[in-house]
């Protein structure tokens, strides 16, 4: 029905840059807020940054200043800018998106994740 799908991981030397994608398709009639999460090794999934419709963004600590969340809502597509990337940024990258269906459902929709590994 709703499908998110992420693209951009990969693997990057300390310092580098990514940048990740993340689609959504299928019965959408509108997309409120849109978000990044990750989860490494051992670790709980947490926020890494929030975007509402209207462009208001929220970031965790450890991300401030070095990332950038952006959407494109023609597009139904949230960006993640990652500069100055640190190996504790290693993690399994999560697209979330609070969709409301053509049927006027609500949905908390997850992507299946996109690795990203900062190592030298």
């Known amino acids: 029905q709703v499908q998110l799908v992420e693209s951009g991981g990969g693997l990057v030397q300390p310092g580098g840059s990514l940048r990740l994608s993340c689609a959504a398709s299928?019965?959408?009639?509108?997309?409120?807020?849109m978000g990044w999460y990750r989860q490494a090794p051992g670790k709980e999934r947490e926020l890494v940054a929030t975007?509402?419709?209207?462009?208001?963004?929220n970031y965790a600590d450890s991300v401030k200043g070095r990332f950038t969340i952006s959407r494109d809502n023609a597009k139904n597509t949230v960006y993640l800018q990652m500069n100055s990337l640190k190996p504790e940024d290693t993690a399994v990258y999560y697209c979330?998106?609070?969709?409301?269906?053509?049927?006027?459902?609500?949905?908390?929709?997850w992507g299946k994740g996109t690795l990203v590994t900062v190592s030298s």
């Open positions: 979330n998106a609070e969709i409301i269906t053509t049927n006027y459902y609500g949905l908390d929709s």
């Open positions: 299928g019965s959408i009639f509108s997309i409120n807020a």
């Open positions: 975007i509402t419709s209207g462009g208001s963004t």
